[in-house]
């Protein structure tokens, strides 16, 4: 149908419009001529502007219109619109199962328009050696259906932008015309839905401009022809989408009052696609409406006033908050009054408006669940282009600009006009946009779960993309349960969590007993990445142990710390008695300190544990101690800021000197938190102090001894100890 209504258009087109016609927009005769100059203009235009849209490829979603282009293919090979011959078609909530065959409960309207354009595909991809139809049977090769839908939505969205030429050239020159249009291309929704995939608002606005266009037309072709294309275009309008039954509605009411005597024509035109449309419904639902058409999906939702605002202002679908410059409209409205050229027409387009925002207000999911922007609102697009075409014909002359109040509202415009390029851009190469919705759960809560942050100007859709890179885990606690004398127990996995927009790459120090497996470290912006952890619990006895933290950094592509860097994860460990029938809980109460870290402060809940570096805990006659290899971690919790005194008494120390590699004496570096403290002398069996002051959270104290470490057993085979060990302290004590 598009092919027929392009060939319509030009027979049109081509026609001379006399000079004495109808006057239009800005109250004169129409400007538009055919020329081969006009013809290579738009020819340009379309050309420049899909080139951008199909090298946006940031952007390429998988949304509920996927089954959009095989159920063309279907239409091709099978002659029907049912996908049973898809193997894993069966069970998608996208589909329905009607007297055994598998519909989609989408409109299908748009998959028999793009039948044409399937076909010369499947031609090249033939020639190329890919047979599409028989390999999208065999497997659901979503990425390579999405580029297919992109590649055809760029199709429609730059047929809209040429017919948003065409309105614009019945009453304004061909560079105002041109850049008329430029703005709609990449300063609406065009670009950031219609382009992106084949919704059913890709092919709707460009036929709800093409009847506007028709419309026009019609007012001074005095042929049968343009009412006649007027219906069929409405028709398919409404077949696309529902919500349009609104302008099918008063264009129809337009036409039986404007052309009382030919109204026929476009009554046939209507009838030709509405009667094949309601027998199919009929024979296929028994009712003359498929589901997705009933009028009871709409007025289900309670929150209507918030919708109404919300499709007008709202952060992250407010079309004036993407869009500004459509505020203009108002002020062509405004003009058209001054002139005397507000007539019927313009009176039901505003009522198709209005009506159209209550409708789409009224939904339960008035958001459009995940999507960019206002996508509700741009299926009347067409119609704010109709009423900007005076504003742009007003702002483009000299007597404009030489007032102050003109230079104000112009650059007003402009501005206006600049800001929604770069909101559309966003949304039209920045994958980071499009996750705002909640493309990972564990990252962020689905919009369709959590629509308050349709309001949160904190973190507006169309910011995603431009925030550095920012670490996160879950859980913030590892509790593992497991049996006494386990040997290796399987710790649930540690998600790493980027709540930025930019890469990151992770690195995880793990303490003794907890390996890490291997992981994918690199996580995109609002991404993740999950990595399995084993316990080695070899020799612990029954009870709950403390196996220290888990110490994670991230790093941007640059090498430089990420926000939130590091983080710190406590681990614990319960094991129960062998044979132990209890069953064992997934979730045990925690967290727990080790019993050498003792904590004694008036405040509460300051936590104190070992990190990566340390062993498990040794006594002998009554003597405890831990050694731990340098560098070495603590880890210390504290609600608020605070300062509080580490005392603790060495043991022994790595020294070259000494027969069998330790001494009684060394020296320790201190680092609170990254930042240098203390550099302590150190002598065996004398207690130490030092100052720790520490921020809210988890904070990282690292020893660092000058000396190194050294395996026993390179000294002395016989001990058979194989740890590479610094230094030894006898318990730690956190005090006031």
């Given at each position: 149908?598009?092919?027929?209504?392009?060939?319509?258009?030009?027979?049109?087109?081509?026609?001379?419009?006399?000079?004495d016609?109808?006057?239009?927009?800005?109250?004169?005769?129409?400007?538009?001529?055919?020329?081969?100059?006009?013809?290579?203009?738009?020819?340009?235009?379309?050309?420049?502007?899909?080139?951008?849209?199909?090298?946006?490829?940031?952007?390429?979603?998988?949304?509920?219109?996927?089954?959009?282009?095989?159920?063309?293919?279907?239409?091709?090979?099978?002659?029907?619109?049912?996908?049973?011959?898809?193997?894993?078609?069966?069970?998608?909530?996208?589909?329905?199962?009607?007297?055994?065959?598998?519909?989609?409960f989408?409109?299908n309207?748009?998959?028999?328009?793009?039948?044409?354009?399937?076909?010369?595909?499947?031609?090249?991809?033939?020639?190329?050696?890919?047979?599409?139809?028989?390999?999208?049977?065999?497997?659901?090769?979503?990425?390579?259906?999405?580029?297919?839908?992109?590649?055809?939505?760029?199709?429609?969205?730059?047929?809209?932008?040429?017919?948003?030429?065409?309105l614009?050239?019945?009453?304004?020159?061909?560079w105002?015309?041109?850049?008329?249009?430029?703005?709609?291309?990449?300063?609406?929704?065009?670009?950031?839905?219609?382009?992106?995939?084949?919704?059913?608002?890709t092919?709707?606005?460009?036929?709800?401009?093409?009847?506007?266009?028709?419309?026009?037309?019609?007012?001074?072709?005095?042929?049968?022809?343009?009412?006649?294309?007027?219906?069929?275009?409405?028709?398919?309008?409404?077949?696309?989408?529902?919500?349009?039954?609104?302008?099918?509605?008063?264009?129809s009411?337009?036409?039986?009052?404007?052309?009382?005597?030919?109204?026929?024509?476009?009554?046939?035109?209507?009838?030709?696609?509405?009667?094949?449309?309601?027998?199919?419904?009929?024979?296929?639902?028994?009712?003359?409406?498929?589901?997705y058409?009933?009028?009871?999906?709409l007025?289900?939702?309670?929150?209507?006033?918030?919708?109404?605002?919300?499709?007008?202002?709202?952060?992250?679908?407010?079309?004036?908050?993407?869009?500004?410059?459509?505020?203009?409209?108002?002020?062509?409205?405004?003009?058209?009054?001054?002139?005397?050229?507000?007539?019927?027409?313009?009176?039901?387009?505003?009522?198709?408006?209005?009506?159209h925002?209550?409708?789409?207000?009224?939904?339960?999911?008035?958001?459009?669940?995940?999507?960019?922007?206002?996508?509700?609102?741009?299926?009347?697009?067409?119609?704010?282009?109709?009423?900007?075409?005076?504003?742009?014909?007003?702002?483009?002359?000299?007597?404009?600009?030489?007032?102050?109040?003109?230079r104000?509202?112009?650059?007003?415009?402009?501005?206006?006009?600049?800001?929604?390029?770069?909101?559309?851009?966003?949304?039209?190469?920045?994958?980071?946009?499009?996750?705002?919705?909640?493309?990972?759960?564990?990252?962020?809560?689905?919009?369709?779960?959590?629509?308050?942050r349709?309001?949160?100007?904190?973190?507006?859709?169309?910011?995603?993309?431009?925030?550095?890179?920012?670490?996160?885990v879950?859980?913030?606690?590892?509790?593992?349960?497991?049996?006494?004398?386990?040997?290796?127990?399987?710790?649930?996995?540690?998600?790493?969590?980027?709540?930025?927009?930019?890469?990151?790459?992770?690195?995880?120090?793990?303490?003794?007993?907890?390996?890490?497996?291997?992981?994918?470290?690199?996580?995109?912006?609002?991404?993740?990445?999950?990595?399995?952890?084993?316990?080695?619990?070899?020799?612990?006895?029954?009870?709950?142990?403390?196996?220290?933290?888990?110490?994670?950094?991230?790093?941007?592509?640059?090498?430089?710390?990420?926000r939130?860097?590091?983080?710190?994860?406590?681990?614990?460990?319960?094991?129960?008695?062998?044979?132990?029938?209890?069953?064992?809980?997934?979730?045990?109460?925690?967290?727990?300190?080790?019993?050498?870290?003792?904590?004694a402060?008036k405040?509460?809940?300051?936590?104190?544990?070992?990190?990566?570096?340390?062993?498990?805990?040794?006594?002998?006659?009554?003597?405890s101690?831990?050694?731990?290899?340098?560098?070495?971690?603590?880890?210390?919790?504290?609600?608020?800021k605070?300062?509080?005194?580490?005392?603790?008494?060495?043991?022994s120390?790595?020294?070259?000197?000494?027969?069998?590699?330790?001494?009684?004496?060394?020296?320790l570096?201190?680092?609170?938190n990254?930042?240098?403290?203390?550099?302590?002398?150190?002598?065996?069996?004398?207690?130490?102090?030092v100052?720790?002051?520490?921020?809210?959270?988890?904070?990282?104290?690292?020893?660092?001894?000058?000396?190194?470490?050294?395996?026993?057993?390179?000294?002395?085979?016989?001990?058979?100890?194989?740890?590479?060990?610094?230094?030894?302290?006898?318990?730690?004590?956190?005090?006031?």
């Amino acid at each position: 149908m598009p092919g027929v209504n392009a060939i319509a258009f030009r027979s049109i087109v081509v026609q001379k419009i006399d000079s004495d016609a109808l006057p239009h927009q800005n109250g004169s005769a129409s400007r538009l001529r055919f020329s081969w100059v006009e013809a290579a203009i738009l020819l340009l235009l379309g050309a420049s502007v899909f080139w951008v849209y199909i090298h946006s490829e940031g952007v390429i979603p998988m949304t509920d219109v996927v089954w959009t282009t095989p159920v063309a293919l279907s239409v091709l090979h099978e002659g029907n619109l049912d996908l049973d011959e898809y193997q894993y078609a069966p069970g998608d909530g996208r589909l329905r199962e009607v007297h055994g065959h598998w519909i989609s409960f989408f409109p299908n309207t748009t998959s028999i328009i793009i039948t044409p354009i399937v076909w010369m595909i499947e031609r090249i991809d033939a020639w190329r050696g890919l047979d599409l139809y028989a390999h999208l049977k065999a497997e659901p090769d979503w990425e390579l259906v999405a580029r297919l839908n992109q590649f055809i939505a760029s199709l429609f969205a730059v047929l809209t932008v040429m017919v948003i030429y065409l309105l614009g050239r019945l009453s304004l020159g061909r560079w105002q015309a041109l850049l008329f249009s430029f703005i709609f291309a990449f300063g609406s929704s065009i670009w950031s839905t219609s382009s992106r995939d084949l919704w059913q608002h890709t092919i709707s606005t460009f036929l709800v401009a093409s009847l506007l266009f028709l419309i026009l037309i019609q007012q001074e072709d005095d042929s049968k022809w343009p009412l006649f294309f007027m219906g069929v275009t409405a028709a398919l309008a409404y077949l696309v989408r529902p919500t349009n039954s609104v302008l099918v509605l008063f264009v129809s009411l337009y036409v039986l009052i404007r052309y009382r005597g030919r109204s026929w024509i476009y009554i046939l035109g209507a009838g030709l696609l509405a009667i094949p449309f309601l027998l199919h419904s009929l024979s296929l639902y028994g009712s003359a409406l498929p589901p997705y058409y009933q009028p009871g999906r709409l007025g289900s939702n309670r929150a209507w006033l918030e919708a109404l605002a919300g499709n007008l202002i709202s952060p992250a679908r407010g079309l004036f908050v993407y869009s500004p410059f459509l505020l203009f409209t108002l002020y062509g409205v405004t003009i058209k009054f001054k002139r005397k050229t507000f007539h019927l027409l313009d009176a039901f387009l505003m009522a198709v408006v209005v009506l159209h925002w209550l409708a789409i207000s009224s939904y339960h999911q008035w958001w459009g669940g995940a999507s960019y922007g206002p996508r509700f609102m741009t299926d009347v697009l067409p119609i704010g282009a109709y009423f900007l075409v005076p504003v742009m014909d007003r702002m483009t002359t000299l007597y404009f600009w030489r007032r102050w109040s003109g230079r104000a509202l112009g650059m007003l415009f402009i501005l206006s006009a600049l800001w929604s390029v770069f909101v559309h851009a966003r949304g039209s190469t920045q994958p980071a946009a499009w996750a705002w919705n909640g493309a990972f759960p564990q990252v962020v809560v689905r919009i369709d779960d959590a629509p308050s942050r349709l309001w949160d100007w904190h973190d507006p859709q169309f910011l995603r993309g431009l925030r550095p890179a920012s670490l996160d885990v879950a859980p913030k606690t590892l509790c593992i349960t497991g049996m006494e004398d386990g040997g290796l127990i399987d710790a649930p996995q540690l998600t790493v969590i980027n709540r930025g927009d930019k890469p990151l790459e992770w690195q995880l120090i793990t303490p003794y007993r907890i390996a890490q497996l291997p992981a994918e470290r690199h996580v995109p912006g609002m991404g993740y990445s999950e990595t399995p952890l084993a316990i080695d619990a070899s020799g612990l006895g029954a009870g709950v142990h403390s196996l220290g933290g888990l110490y994670l950094t991230g790093a941007s592509e640059d090498g430089r710390s990420v926000r939130h860097s590091p983080q710190i994860i406590p681990v614990t460990l319960r094991l129960l008695p062998a044979g132990d029938a209890e069953r064992l809980p997934d979730r045990p109460d925690c967290l727990a300190m080790p019993p050498d870290i003792q904590v004694a402060t008036k405040h509460e809940r300051v936590l104190g544990i070992f990190g990566p570096g340390w062993y498990d805990r040794e006594s002998y006659e009554g003597v405890s101690w831990r050694w731990a290899t340098s560098p070495a971690q603590i880890f210390v919790f504290t609600p608020e800021k605070r300062t509080l005194i580490l005392t603790t008494t060495p043991i022994s120390f790595r020294n070259a000197a000494a027969p069998n590699g330790f001494g009684e004496g060394g020296s320790l570096h201190f680092t609170l938190n990254q930042q240098d403290l203390a550099t302590l002398d150190l002598h065996a069996g004398q207690p130490f102090s030092v100052h720790l002051p520490l921020s809210p959270g988890w904070n990282d104290l690292l020893l660092t001894s000058p000396a190194g470490n050294l395996r026993p057993v390179d000294v002395d085979p016989a001990t058979g100890d194989t740890r590479l060990l610094g230094f030894s302290f006898s318990a730690i004590a956190l005090r006031d």
